[in-house]
């Protein structure tokens, strides 16, 4: 906790957070293949991307997320947390049980890669 007794935006955050590095060429597109942005950090509540074009907090989205050295590919509904021209903060909304698998092998993957 922060001197004035709040929590600061680290104890707030109810997932861990997996860097994800730019060579690993996770994108976000909207549903007609537009890239959104880079996937940075992945938790298994939400993403954070470097953005491709400007967010406005609080905006509902549509999105697909796709990683192509695992094939994965999938469509998940979102929420903008956080935005500035440098990240983008995307929250998970009503993540289905084969989204939320893909998210837990790409939490995985870039796990043991930070590991090393």
């Known amino acids: 906790m922060?001197?004035?007794g709040t929590k600061s935006a680290h104890e707030r955050r109810r997932f861990e957070r997996v860097e994800v590095d730019y060579a690993a060429k996770v994108r976000v597109t909207d549903t007609k293949g537009q890239l959104l942005g880079n996937v940075r950090q992945?938790?298994?509540g939400g993403i954070a991307i470097e953005p491709e074009?400007?967010?406005k907090r609080d905006r509902k989205?549509?999105?697909v997320i796709?990683?192509?050295s695992e094939k994965i590919r999938f469509q998940v509904n979102v929420t903008v947390r956080y935005a500035s021209a440098r990240q983008v903060g995307l929250e998970f909304r009503d993540l289905d049980a084969e989204a939320a698998v893909d998210?837990?092998?790409?939490?995985?993957?870039?796990y043991e890669k930070a590991a090393e």
């Open 103 to 110: 998210v837990g092998i790409l939490i995985g993957k870039y």
């Open 42 to 44: 992945i938790g298994r």
């Open 53 to 55: 074009k400007e967010f």
């Open 2 to 4: 922060t001197e004035a």
């Open 66 to 68: 796709s990683d192509p």
């Open 61 to 63: 989205l549509k999105v």
